[in-house]
Nanobody, 126 residues
Framework: EVQLQASGGGLVQAGGSLRLSCAAS????????IGWFRQAPGKEREGISC????????YYADSVKGRFTSSSDNAKNTVYLQMNNLKPEDTAVYYC???????????????????WGEGTQVTVSS
């Protein structure tokens, strides 16, 4: 059974940092690209980052570029999202997903992801 579980969210003040983890199981981890998306109340899903199966390619949405960094540990079947200088507008539920391909357009929430798990809430206070 394919499973992806995001964790590491919480409440943080503006300017603070969090590191999210995405633990994957049930598939050959290094064969797939992984994406992060978020959804705030009343808003559409937003693809914010993806990382290729080799870990050698990453893309970021303009809204998080320079503040968020994605990395992977194939030995642990885990992808990380380091989030620095958090802003109140980053408040959302964050999800990781198995995606078809990691490309700069980051449109995988619309089409191009086949599995994702429960998200983790990130709340940034001003």
């Amino acid at each position: 059974e394919v499973q992806l579980q995001a964790s590491g969210g919480g409440l943080v003040q503006a300017g603070g940092s969090l590191r999210l983890s995405c633990a994957a199981s049930g598939f050959i981890f290094h064969d797939y690209d992984i994406g992060w998306f978020r959804q705030a109340p009343g808003k559409e899903r937003e693809g914010i980052s993806c990382i290729s199966n080799s870990g050698g390619t990453t893309y970021y949405a303009d809204s998080v570029k320079g503040r968020f960094t994605s990395s992977s540990d194939n030995a642990k079947n885990t992808v990380y999202l380091q989030m620095n200088n958090l802003k109140p507008e980053d408040t959302a539920v964050y999800y990781c997903a198995r995606i078809l391909v990691c490309i700069e357009r980051l449109d995988f929430p619309t089409f191009g992801m086949d599995y994702w798990g429960e998200g983790t809430q990130v709340t940034v206070s001003s």
